[in-house]
C-alpha cells in the first residue's frame, strides 16, 4: 500500500511538471498583485487564492529532486538524467498544448452575449495561465472557426494544426528515445508510470 500510494504521488508531481508552465505562473504571480493590495492576507499578498509567493523555480527543483531520489539515481547519473528528463517534459507540454492549448474556444459565452469578448479574453487569461501554452496553428484555427472562415480556409488550417501536432509528437519521441537510452530497466519502468515514458 506504502509503495502503491508513493507510485501515484510521484504520477501526480509528473503531471504537475508538465501542465503547469512557468512562466504563466509567474504572470498569475504578477497580476495577483492588482487583485490584493489592501491587505497582506489578501489574494494578491500571497493569501488563499494568490499566486504573489509561488515560486514555481522552487517548486520545480524540489520535484525534481523529489525525481532523483525515486529514481535512486546518484549525482552523476542525475547530471545526465535531469535535463534529458527536463526536455521530455517541455515536449510533452508542447504536444499537450497542441491538442488542448485551444479549450478556451469551449469556455466561450452564448454569441449575443453583451459581455462575450471580455468573458472570452479572460478564458483564455485563464487558461493559458493553468494550462499548456496553445499551439499558434490551434489558435489559428480558433480564430478562423469564430470569424466563421471559408471552408477553403479552415481545411489549410486544419492541416496546418496536424502538421504541427505531427511534429511535436517526434520531438517528443526523439526526445524519449534519448532518455530511455540513460535508464536502467527500474527507471524507465518508475518513469513509464508516472507518465513521462
Known amino acids: 500500500m506504502k509503495r502503491t500510494f508513493k507510485t501515484a504521488l510521484f504520477a501526480v508531481m509528473a503531471a504537475a511538471l508538465v501542465v ?3 512562466n504563466a505562473m509567474a504572470q498569475g504571480r504578477g497580476q495577483g498583485g492588482q487583485r490584493g493590495q489592501g491587505g497582506q492576507g489578501g489574494p494578491g499578498q500571497g493569501g488563499p487564492g494568490g499566486f504573489q509567493n509561488f515560486d514555481p523555480a522552487q517548486m520545480r527543483q524540489r520535484m525534481m529532486e523529489r525525481y532523483q531520489e525515486e529514481l535512486g539515481a546518484s549525482k552523476d547519473e542525475w547530471t545526465v538524467i535531469e535535463p534529458l528528463l527536463t526536455d521530455v517534459m517541455e515536449k510533452q507540454r508542447a504536444a499537450s498544448g497542441s491538442r488542448f492549448g485551444g479549450m478556451g474556444m ?4 452564448p454569441r449575443g452575449n453583451t459581455q462575450g469578448n471580455d468573458q472570452q479574453a479572460n478564458n483564455r487569461q485563464r487558461n493559458n495561465r493553468f494550462g499548456p501554452e496553445p499551439d499558434p496553428a490551434l489558435e489559428a484555427l ?3 472557426i469564430e470569424n466563421n472562415a471559408p ?3 479552415l481545411k489549410t488550417k486544419i492541416a496546418a494544426v496536424e502538421a504541427s501536432r505531427k511534429k511535436a509528437q517526434s520531438e517528443l519521441d526523439a526526445a524519449k528515445t534519448k532518455l530511455r537510452a540513460v535508464l ?3 527507471q524507465e519502468a518508475k518513469l513509464v508510470a508516472a507518465g513521462n515514458l
Not at 106 to 109: E, F, I, S, T, V
Open 142 to 144: 480558433q480564430q478562423a
Open 106 to 109: 469551449m469556455m466561450r459565452p
Open 184 to 186: 536502467t530497466t527500474v
Open 20 to 22: 503547469i508552465p512557468q
Open 151 to 153: 471552408a477553403a480556409e
